[in-house]
């Protein structure tokens, strides 16, 4: 199963779409929590920031999308 869900086109695509929605509401979240001061921008380093909120929404989105379509592929078979 693990195969054939990893081979399926529609789940990069999902794992990508929502990897970025992720990191779209992590960085409001956390900004908001500063008090949307540009000093939550400057900082930080930049190159850690954008290479944190990749890997945690890839991450985030490979394991939600990984849960739907096993979840999807297991009421196929039944």
């Given at each position: 199963m693990i195969k054939r869900i990893l081979s399926d086109s529609k789940f990069w695509?999902?794992?990508?779409?929502?990897?970025?929605?992720?990191?779209?509401?992590?960085?409001?979240?956390?900004?908001?929590?500063?008090?949307?001061?540009?000093?939550?921008?400057?900082?930080?380093?930049?190159?850690?920031?954008?290479?944190?909120?990749?890997?945690?929404?890839l991450i985030y989105g490979f394991f939600v999308t990984y849960g739907k379509f096993w979840a999807k592929y297991k009421r196929e078979q039944q």
């Open positions: 695509k999902s794992v990508v779409s929502l990897g970025t929605a992720f990191i779209v509401v992590f960085v409001l979240l956390f900004w908001g929590v500063n008090g949307f001061q540009m000093s939550f921008w400057e900082d930080r380093d930049p190159v850690q920031l954008v290479a944190v909120c990749v890997a945690s929404g």
